[in-house]
């Protein structure tokens, strides 16, 4: 299947650290991203992990991949309110053209 | 500045009509995509042209057609075929011909609602 999956809403308090959750079910996919949407706007990458790392970090944000369990977290330490947007898992199969497969988008939102 | 561009970035369509979507980029990419975006169903693959004069369909091609005359330009056409056309549609260039391994590089959207 090409499902990947995630919850739609979090809410977080300004200064706490944020987990957006997302499983995928294809385990033939290379890579794994994380992209940005702000409202009205288009998307951003803000970061990617190959299939065979379990972890990336990039200054606030940590990539953890479970591949076992086909799951993928994005931890964004002191989220701030500028973080609020929806954040897009997608993973990208090189059997089938490369294309990307997103999830339905997790929209956060950071409460002052 | 390099960049992808779409537009415009709000359309209204009357029933029955066809209309228009355009996408131009100018950072020489090899590839093109157009997505559908709705609430709470992420997005979706339209079309795709991985080079000049060739394009193929997405999961969602029924009602849309494209052309790809020149490398930086790949217009959306919104047919009256499309039951559901409100939505709102982003387009994407890459360096390669897949989106592998690669930064995908969105446009701001244009949202589309049929009147």
């Known amino acids: 299947g090409e499902d990947v999956e995630q919850s739609l809403f979090l809410s977080v308090r300004e200064g706490d650290s944020s987990v957006i959750n997302c499983t995928y079910t294809?385990?033939?996919?290379?890579?794994l991203y994380w992209y940005k949407q702000e409202p009205g706007a288009g998307l951003q990458l803000l970061t990617y992990?190959?299939?065979?790392?379990d972890m990336k970090q990039d200054q606030r944000l940590t990539v953890l991949l479970n591949k076992k369990d086909k799951h993928l977290s994005l931890r964004i330490a002191d989220t701030q309110t500028g973080d609020s947007a929806i954040y897009f898992c997608?993973?990208?199969?090189?059997?089938?053209?490369?294309?990307?497969?997103f999830g339905q988008g997790t929209e956060l939102s950071v409460k002052p | 500045d390099g960049g992808i561009t779409q537009s415009p970035k709000y359309l209204f369509r009357k029933e029955g009509q066809n209309v228009t979507l355009s996408c131009e980029q100018n950072?020489?990419?090899?590839?093109m995509y157009w997505y559908r975006q709705d609430p709470g169903q992420g997005l979706r693959l339209i079309y795709y042209?991985?080079?000049?004069?060739?394009?193929q369909k997405g999961d969602i091609a029924e009602g849309y057609s494209v052309s790809r005359e020149k490398k930086e330009s790949f217009p959306l056409t919104v047919t009256s075929a499309q039951k559901n056309p409100t939505a709102f549609y982003l387009c994407?260039?890459?360096?390669?011909?897949?989106?592998?391994?690669?930064?995908?590089?969105f446009g701001q959207g244009t949202r589309l609602t049929v009147v």
């Open positions: 950072l020489n990419h090899d590839a």
């Open positions: 294809d385990s033939s996919s290379t890579y």
């Open positions: 992990i190959f299939s065979n790392m």
């Open positions: 997608a993973e990208s199969k090189g059997n089938q053209g490369g294309k990307l497969i």
């Open positions: 042209s991985q080079i000049v004069n060739d394009f």
């Open positions: 994407a260039s890459t360096v390669g011909q897949t989106m592998m391994n690669t930064e995908a590089f």
